[in-house]
């Protein structure tokens, strides 16, 4: 009998192999060209329509594994989610052998994009938590490596994901949280004790990619200027260069920047003077040009609105904000949350999200987390282990699935970031 691969997909899935919901626990290294790899312990919630009648699954499973040839079991495993592949790892010899081929790891790379993941962390000492995949709809438990407490910056792109530390801001790593591959980087250089820190990565083409840190600290003695400074990691010549710093007066640096397209983009703060409506602005500085003279300031952008807050997030290389609109009379208080998309110099509005799901969060406070990549973002209110995501292309607001997190005591703070899952890519 031949079975198209379609149907062998299905018998597979069916199976039930594919869905166990185990706690991996893998002890050799499958990823070989990361030598301190450790195999990830997922621990899946949600997954009681996995619990399947037993004595099926051993016995479709087993069969099907001993028709398929292997090229055809490699390119059925390709189309399978992430959480997936690390069960199908553990299946057997053979299906490790081929899920932890670097061929294999690159093909699965191309072959679906992966929805990007959201970590919310469920205690602010301790840097634990859980990871939601939207695609399954499912939360894992799984640990993070290199971050030692919540309160670290922390940036991402393409399936890195950089950390540093809060206290002396001299600790900085790029890791794979998927296959905990870590790489400490160098300590930046500039301002050894800065207000204000701002953490971006991009990972280019090559598998190369760049950190960039926008510090700034206010001028002694000055109530209205900032010392700003621009720094980049580039991982080809593992160097720091500083190829900016200048002098903001009425405005400091913040911590909210991002990189797309080659150009970092930054959010900075009036420092008093301006009106409500001026209370934030966007600066752009070009890193392939990387030009060291002409003002920063010159390449201010104003925000489309009064906001509260605003996040910026890289949506396919397109600058994307989400920002609290505050009330015209009093613009500390939120009154609704827009997601704005950046064409040149212009804010185009992209979505308003719905009265109904701002008020599912309950309280809404005036500063909120929300990150967001490919097309997909994630919203979530400091206040609750609420999440919602909001679907670019879709135009679709959904509640992700209730998170394993509950609120412990009445001021419990809740944060996350939002990272791709990918095997194939290591610091
Ligand atoms: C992986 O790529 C190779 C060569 O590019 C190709 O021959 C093979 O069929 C691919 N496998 C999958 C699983 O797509
Ligand atoms: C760093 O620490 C300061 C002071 O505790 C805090 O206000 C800030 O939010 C922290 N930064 C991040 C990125 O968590
Ligand atoms: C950035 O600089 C490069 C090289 O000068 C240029 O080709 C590119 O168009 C610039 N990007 C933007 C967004 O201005």
């Not at 899920?99 to 962390?121: A, C, D, E, G, I």
């Not at 720091?240 to 911590?255: C, I, K, M, S």
Request: charged content about 20%.
């Amino acid at each position: 009998m031949r079975l198209l691969p379609s149907q062998l997909e299905a018998l597979l899935l069916s199976s039930g192999f594919l869905s166990l919901s185990i706690i991996m626990e893998g002890e050799t290294s499958w990823v070989n060209h990361c030598p301190d790899y450790v195999a990830p312990d997922m621990v899946e919630f949600d997954s009681f329509s996995d619990l399947n009648d037993e004595d099926n699954r051993e016995s479709s499973s087993v069969h099907v594994d001993l028709i398929l040839p292997d090229d055809l079991l490699e390119r059925i495993l390709a189309y399978l989610p992430i959480a997936s592949i690390f069960r199908a790892s553990s299946v057997c010899k053979r299906w490790y052998e081929i899920v932890s081929s670097t061929r294999f790891l690159w093909n699965f790379s191309q072959v679906l994009s992966q929805k990007p993941w959201y970590f919310m962390f469920t205690s602010s000492e301790e840097p634990v938590g859980y990871a939601y995949d939207p695609s399954l709809r499912k939360w894992y438990s799984i640990e993070l490596p290199c971050i030692q407490t919540s309160n670290w910056f922390i940036a991402s792109s393409c399936g890195l994901v950089c950390v540093m530390d809060n206290d002396s801001r001299s600790e900085l790593y790029v890791c794979n949280p998927i296959t905990k591959c870590c790489k400490s980087l160098q300590e930046p250089p500039g301002l050894k004790f800065s207000d204000y820190s701002a953490l971006a990565i991009c990972v280019n083409k090559k598998t190369c990619y760049s950190v960039a840190i926008v510090k700034s600290k206010q001028v002694p003695g000055n109530f209205f200027q900032w010392d700003l400074s621009i720094h980049i990691y580039d991982s080809g010549t593992m160097m720091w260069t500083t190829p900016l710093t200048e002098v903001l007066t009425g405005w400091r640096g913040g911590d909210e920047s991002v990189i797309c397209d080659g150009v970092l983009y930054f959010l900075i703060y009036s420092t008093g003077g301006g009106g409500p409506d001026n209370r934030h602005g966007l600066i752009t500085y070009n890193l392939s040009s990387r030009s060291s003279h002409g003002l920063l300031i010159r390449t201010f952008i104003p925000v489309p609105c009064s906001l509260t807050c605003g996040r910026l997030m890289n949506l396919k290389e397109k600058l994307v904000m989400v920002g609290g609109i505050g009330k015209p009379d009093r613009p500390d208080i939120i009154k609704g949350i827009g997601i704005w998309i950046l064409n040149g110099k212009e804010w185009q509005e992209i979505a308003r999200m719905p009265h109904k799901y701002f008020q599912g969060f309950g309280e809404f406070d005036d500063v909120f987390a929300s990150s967001g990549t490919d097309d997909l973002i994630y919203i979530q209110s400091y206040g609750a282990p609420a999440l919602l995501v909001f679907d670019v292309n879709q135009k679709q607001w959904r509640w992700s699935q209730k998170c394993p997190v509950t609120k412990r005591f009445p001021l419990q703070l809740f944060t996350g970031f939002c990272f791709e899952p990918r095997l194939e890519i290591s610091p």
